[in-house]
């Protein structure tokens, strides 16, 4: 019962191409806040992969891209890698509950 | 480099309480806002608590009136006192660097977190 939500899990095989979506309300994505992408591979605390939408922090590569378009946001990754495999979080503002919120997380599996 | 390093995680029992401890170092502590996240085991990640660089407080619903965050910026320390624990509240706790000069921005550092544990 995330305020947004992912699907739980995604997966595919090394090189392809992965979407995760994170779809929030009217209060949070849809109110113009930010979103921001974070990956946690198991046993490692997150790192930030995407922030403001669209922007990728130096050294993470451009195979990482995010996207936001009316109260939902994307994350595509590009030419999977095995390493990819990790817990993926979107993370916004929601002016309700005057809070910062995340998603339930995304497990990607590659293949 | 940027350095959170979180202390004073461990067993407490329900009822009770605990002081968690973020050491900031390798910038500006002063000019960043700095929140608690929190993971339950085998949970996702969840917004605690925040304080600005006015030491303006924010706190989760979960959280409010059973936890107190503050900070010291002449030592460049983080502080949660964490009251009236419950077995939800038994997670890792991360402190988190805004991003300077965001509004509502991203956790740019992250510590690697401590374990809190809500057992009797």
């Known amino acids: 019962q995330s305020v947004l939500t992912q699907p739980p899990s995604v997966s595919g095989a090394p090189g392809q191409r992965v979407t995760i979506s994170c779809t929030g309300s009217?209060?949070?994505?849809?109110?113009?806040?930010?979103v921001h992408w974070y990956q946690q591979p198991p046993g490692t605390a997150p790192k930030v992969l995407i922030y403001?939408?669209?922007n990728r922090p130096s050294g993470v590569p451009d195979r990482f891209s995010g996207s936001k378009s009316g109260t939902s946001a994307s994350l595509a990754i590009t030419g999977l890698q095995a390493d990819d495999e990790a817990d993926y979080y979107c993370?916004?503002?929601?002016?309700?509950?005057?809070?910062?919120?995340f998603g339930g997380g995304t497990k990607l599996t590659v293949l | 480099e940027v350095q959170l390093v979180e202390s004073g995680g461990g067993l407490v029992q329900p009822g009770g309480s605990l002081r968690l401890s973020c050491a900031a170092s390798?910038?500006?502590?002063?000019?960043?806002?700095i929140h608690w996240v929190r993971q339950a085991p085998g949970k996702g990640l969840e917004y605690v608590s925040a304080?600005?660089?006015?030491?303006?407080?924010y706190y989760a619903n979960s959280v409010k009136g059973r936890f107190t965050i503050s900070r010291d910026n002449s030592k460049n320390m983080l502080y949660l006192q964490m009251g009236s624990l419950r077995a939800e509240d038994m997670a890792v706790y991360y402190c988190?660097?805004?991003?300077?000069?965001?509004?509502?921005?991203?956790?740019?550092?992250w510590g690697q977190g401590t374990l809190v544990t809500v057992s009797s």
């Open positions: 988190a660097r805004e991003r300077a000069g965001s509004n509502h921005g991203d956790y740019d550092h």
């Open positions: 390798g910038f500006t502590f002063s000019r960043c806002s």
């Open positions: 304080i600005g660089t006015a030491d303006d407080t």
């Open positions: 009217s209060s949070n994505i849809g109110a113009g806040y930010d």
């Open positions: 403001d939408n669209i």
């Open positions: 993370q916004s503002y929601d002016k309700s509950l005057s809070a910062r919120v």
